[in-house]
């Protein structure tokens, strides 16, 4: 059969009036999100446009959190920020659904990554998403449940990432790191609240 034959035949096919395509976010729809670590925003604009009900960004730089606001505003998506150091947010309990975040990989600083994580399962009601290197997986899950008490921690996908020198300790043009997607299930806890 050749191509123009078989295009023919599959444009002649009965199509879907109304398909019922599940394009739920369950973890970010209608919830209230924190992007920690937030950068340009780029996970909390995605959270927004998901149609979370509630997101603020978390940075410690303050031009990050400018550049996040403006990019925010760009998409016309709404985004609350504060600028602080993860390690001394003085959230107390499960105030937040869901955590996003794209850690420093704790490479300049050893376990910095793990620092956001521990905050993130303590802060969390609902999931923590995070990336982290591929080479760190069985800490990473390990420490979630063991030393962070995550009652799941699972890699949903593995991606790979071309970071750019961007930095002046970064020593070459550009690397390619692999990289896992996390989603990490906290225990939950009685109390809430600011």
């Keep these: 059969m050749k191509l123009k034959q078989l295009e023919g035949l599959l444009g002649d096919l009965q199509q879907f009036h109304n398909p019922k395509a599940d394009f739920s976010f369950g973890d970010v729809s209608?919830?209230?999100?924190?992007?920690?670590?937030?950068?340009?925003?780029?996970?909390?604009?995605?959270?927004?446009?998901?149609?979370?009900?509630?997101?603020?960004g978390v940075d410690i730089d303050a031009e990050s959190l400018e550049t996040a606001s403006a990019n925010a505003g760009d998409l016309e998506v709404n985004l609350d920020f504060v600028q602080c150091n993860i390690g001394t947010l003085r959230w107390r309990g499960q105030i937040?659904?869901?955590?996003?975040?794209?850690?420093?990989?704790?490479?300049?600083?050893k376990g910095a990554d793990m620092d956001f994580l521990q905050r993130a399962l303590e802060i969390a009601s609902g999931a923590?998403?995070?990336?982290?290197?591929?080479?760190?997986?069985?800490?990473?899950?390990?420490?979630?449940?063991?030393?962070?008490?995550?009652?799941?921690?699972?890699?949903?996908?593995e991606l790979r990432y071309d970071v750019p020198q961007m930095y002046k300790f970064h020593k070459k043009k550009d690397v390619d790191i692999a990289v896992d997607l996390w989603r990490f299930v906290p225990q939950k806890n009685e109390g809430k609240g600011i």
């Design 96 to 109: 937040i659904d869901t955590v996003v975040m794209n850690p420093p990989f704790g490479t300049r600083r």
């Design 30 to 56: 209608n919830k209230v999100v924190a992007d920690f670590g937030c950068g340009c925003g780029t996970l909390g604009i995605a959270a927004a446009l998901l149609d979370a009900e509630y997101v603020i």
């Design 128 to 157: 923590v998403y995070s990336l982290h290197k591929t080479t760190t997986r069985e800490h990473i899950k390990r420490a979630a449940i063991r030393e962070y008490n995550a009652a799941s921690a699972e890699v949903i996908c």
